[in-house]
């Protein structure tokens, strides 16, 4: 059989690629063709996206692609940022980052106009102050010029999708992450949009996974899971129906795959999230801060001359003692950039507990309160489909982290399968070969992922003690 070359552009909160991925017909191969940081500009205290030198190096990685003859390419991204386009198709502004401050506050005061029960029945996304809705209101609240010129609203990756085709249409991975979207009706949460008084007209089309778009440079244009950990999860072979997932990176996401949404009075009091995955499938899960945190304290040990990478300061932390405290995610202090070290260990002080003074021990405190914030998730979700979960597969970047798999086999008291790395970039590349008629269907995509021994899958069964 020829060979056939996708390209997929890959783009996280932290750094971005595009990748060629080659199918045989036997087995998968991934060839890296350019990789570039994606950092949030401040300008006068508003943190955004730089998205015109994104879309510049996007450019330059498929220029280096077509060297291959690709069959077609894929974009997928982070959830919940947007962009807002004029009547003639303009970018009204850079995209804002969700990390930025606008969205203090907005969150309860949207409690006060419509329920959380009201929103969650209409949408089944988990409270975060992140989320596109809370993002909307504030430019509603500030009589946003830039909302009232609106004529187009496109999530980021839908935004590159339009650069790249000049159809503007949202994806249905990436639109069911801003809580403005009605997962029973299948299309925007109308209801919702008008009690905020959020314009309805700026709200284009929702398509499916492996939508073809429109071309590029005469390369066809294919919508994978443009969520990126919507990519991740078609591409993670899961073992069996019981099999949970964690896409691990700059947020670890935690979760079960499923048929239909579960939105009802348990889910809603587990604050989970329900969003689109591939080929009619769910993604019953709930958002972990991730290895920000890590990267954060990294990056401010940095800024004081000590420039430690990160398996040095995972070494570090395993020889750090196992008693230290493990500090939550989840608690909004860690949301926003900073001199994370110091909130590491002012959220151990204010409880009493032991504070980290190491390098070593502030690493292990984040990375033993991620593993014991995956066992409550994973507890609660199992407790929600009344389905035990058997395994554990972590996947992405964070699957590199042998510390923290280990401790999150030790917390979940489950067997935790780490790998592949890639597997958003593969989940990408396998809806566009499923759509350009090369595989057949996800389960024969998620049996090429299995096969793909130079990936080195790990199984990390050992739970009888900590690390």
């Not at 502004?93 to 990390?99: A, S």
């Not at 429109?214 to 390369?219: A, S």
């Not at 690493?363 to 994973?378: E, I, M």
């Not at 130079?454 to 990390?460: N, P």
């Amino acid at each position: 059989m020829k060979k056939c070359t996708v390209l997929a552009i890959d783009l996280g909160a932290e750094s971005g690629r595009v990748m060629a991925v080659h199918y045989d017909g036997k087995g998968l191969e991934i060839e890296e063709l350019h990789r570039f940081p994606n950092t949030t500009v401040n300008v006068r205290g508003t943190l955004h996206w730089d998205f015109l030198r994104l879309w510049t190096d996007i450019q330059q990685g498929i220029g280096l692609g077509k060297a291959h003859r690709p069959a077609s390419l894929g974009v997928d991204t982070w959830g919940v940022d947007f962009g807002l386009l004029d009547s003639q198709g303009q970018l009204l502004g850079n995209p804002i980052t969700y990390r930025d401050s606008r969205t203090d506050g907005v969150m309860d005061r949207a409690f006060g106009k419509v329920s959380q029960a009201d929103i969650f029945a209409q949408t089944g996304i988990q409270f975060m102050p992140i989320n596109t809705l809370y993002q909307m209101i504030s430019l509603v609240e500030s009589g946003s010029p830039q909302l009232a010129a609106a004529h187009t609203f496109l999530t980021a990756p839908d935004l590159l999708n339009y650069w790249l085709t000049g159809v503007k249409v949202c994806e249905f991975s990436n639109a069911t992450t801003t809580q403005l979207f009605n997962p029973r009706t299948r299309d925007w949460a109308w209801e919702l949009l008008d009690a905020f008084g959020i314009q309805r007209g700026i709200f284009p089309e929702v398509v499916q996974p492996g939508t073809r778009l429109g071309e590029y440079d005469d390369i066809p244009v294919i919508a994978p899971a443009c969520h990126d950990t919507g990519s991740a999860v078609a591409a993670t072979p899961l073992g069996s129906p019981h099999s949970a997932y964690i896409s691990s990176g700059t947020w670890s996401l935690v979760g079960l795959e499923v048929d239909a949404p579960v939105i009802n009075d348990a889910a809603l009091a587990a604050n989970v999230t329900n969003e689109g995955g591939v080929y009619g499938s769910y993604r019953l899960l709930k958002n972990v801060m991730g290895l920000w945190i890590v990267q954060q304290c990294r990056a401010t040990w940095a800024a004081a001359g000590e420039d430690l990478s990160y398996d040095e300061l995972t070494r570090l932390a395993t020889a750090a003692s196992p008693d230290v405290a493990a500090i939550d995610p989840n608690d909004n202090r860690f949301l926003a950039p900073g001199n994370h070290p110091q909130r590491v260990q002012a959220w151990c002080r204010e409880r009493g507990l032991p504070v980290p003074q190491s390098k070593g021990e502030i690493v292990r405190s984040v990375l033993q309160g991620l593993a014991n914030r995956y066992a409550s998730v994973l507890a609660s979700l199992t407790d929600l489909t009344g389905q035990p979960a058997d395994r554990v597969h972590i996947v992405g970047g964070g699957s590199q982290n042998r510390l923290l798999n280990q401790m999150a086999a030790n917390a979940t008291r489950l067997p935790v399968v780490a790998g592949p790395v890639e597997t958003t970039v593969l989940g990408n590349a396998l809806v566009q070969l499923i759509s350009l008629g090369e595989l057949a269907d996800i389960q024969q995509a998620r049996q090429l992922v299995a096969q793909m021994d130079d990936l080195s899958l790990t199984f990390l069964a050992d739970i009888s003690e900590i690390v």
